[in-house]
């Protein structure tokens, strides 16, 4: 790394874990599309790569650069966040137990309830913003306490240093799934989580071209365990991948400034609004959490969902009457986004669970880009004149 240890944010998201290339000189890490390296005799090879499930070079660039932002000892590139969390699940054994939300990201929970379940791993899913839930739900055979905050639709928080404390308490580690803050705005193994998850797909990314997923773990024996399963199972990424999250995350910092600023204006606007029941934005002093956030992430983010009056059919005909926000499942990337959680990316939450957890039929999800503010105002004013 070309940086000195102690160098902030801004400037370890440019250069950790990349030095201009020794042989030419190159400033961007090069995209090595190779498969295989050649080796002087057998077992002896050139460097220190011997096959790209492995290990590439492109991706050893991204792994350091996510451990330095993250704060971890060892940073694992994948192929998707869901096979990040594949590669998490797989330290596990039937009988092992996971507390988690009840609000996670749709695919996160088909993964835990549809796939890891019949492997005879149990999960609670409780609300993680109460800490009496969590504490209620562990046993002798919990591993892990796995928190998404901000959670994903309805941007609740969970104190991560408290939950910590209590996993530890328990003899669990501490996951916790930061796609929606980012290192940027919150950073997790300081606050005492043990490893963090992300979907490369979203905000580090930052241009909706390429899916990918990390770990990022602070001890250094767990992060060599999970690189097993990141090698044993092989959902690992390509380096082509690899380069475009290096470049997005080059002007992460940049970007969440911004689409923090817009989001904040987004909520305050929508909040005005006689048509709106609830906006849920922790940034918004009618938030429960809203101290909470302010202790725990630099600011509250670029995501914000609101409840329409006329349920299913008001937030659908809001999220076809925008023109700036693109109707797309999704989030993170420099454009806006507007999508209906019932119907799009928590359909899969059979209705009654989803109603139990919160998530009202009207609820419309934005993803705030990084547009001129008064453009978002506007299409916004228009949308809700389409669903009145
Ligand atoms: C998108 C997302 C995932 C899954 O990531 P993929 O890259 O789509 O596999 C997990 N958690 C959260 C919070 C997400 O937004």
């Not at 983010?301 to 076809?320: I, K, T």
Request: some cysteine.
């Amino acid at each position: 790394m070309s940086t000195s240890d102690d160098a902030r944010f801004e400037t370890l998201a440019i250069h950790a874990g990349q030095e201009p290339d020794p042989v030419t000189g190159a400033v961007m890490t090069p995209v090595y599309m190779t498969s295989t390296y050649a080796q002087r005799a057998p077992a002896q090879p050139v460097g220190d790569y011997e096959y790209s499930r492995s290990g590439n070079p492109t991706r050893t660039a991204l792994e350091v650069n996510l451990a330095a932002l993250e704060q971890g000892s060892r940073g694992l590139a994948f192929a998707s966040g869901l096979a990040a969390c594949n590669a998490l699940l797989d330290r596990l054994e039937p009988g092992d137990h996971v507390v988690t939300g009840n609000d996670l990201y749709g695919g996160t929970w088909r993964l835990f309830s549809r796939v890891f379940e019949r492997y005879g791993i149990r999960f609670s899913f409780v609300d993680t913003t109460d800490l009496a839930q969590v504490q209620a739900a562990l046993t002798e055979h919990t591993r892990y306490v796995y928190l998404e905050t901000p959670s994903n639709p309805l941007l609740r928080l969970a104190d991560i240093g408290a939950a910590a404390e209590l996993a530890h308490g328990a003899g669990a580690l501490c996951v916790v799934d930061n796609t929606f803050a980012t290192p940027y705005l919150q950073q997790p193994l300081a606050l005492g989580a043990d490893i963090v998850l992300h979907s490369l797909t979203k905000y580090l990314g930052g241009h909706s071209d390429v899916v990918g997923g990390a770990l990022v773990a602070r001890d250094p024996a767990i992060g060599e365990e999970l690189a097993f399963y990141q090698n044993a199972v092989g959902g690992t990424p390509g380096p082509m991948d690899c380069f475009l999250v290096l470049r997005g995350i080059k002007t992460l910092a940049v970007r969440m400034d911004r689409h923090c600023a817009n989001a904040a204006a987004v909520a305050a606007h929508l909040e005005a609004s006689p048509q709106v029941e609830r906006v849920h934005y922790p940034g918004l002093p009618s938030h429960a959490q809203h101290e909470l956030c302010a202790r725990q992430m630099r600011a509250p983010g670029g995501m914000v969902s609101f409840e329409l009056a006329g349920g299913v059919a008001a937030g659908e005909a809001f999220a076809m009457g925008t023109k700036v926000f693109t109707l797309a499942e999704s989030l993170g990337g420099v454009e806006s986004l507007v999508e209906t959680p019932p119907s799009m990316t928590h359909a899969s939450i059979p209705a009654e669970t989803r109603r139990a957890a919160g998530l009202q039929d009207g609820l419309v999800r934005l993803s705030v880009g990084i547009e001129h503010e008064a453009d978002l105002l506007a299409d916004l004013d228009r949308a809700l004149a389409a669903a009145r």
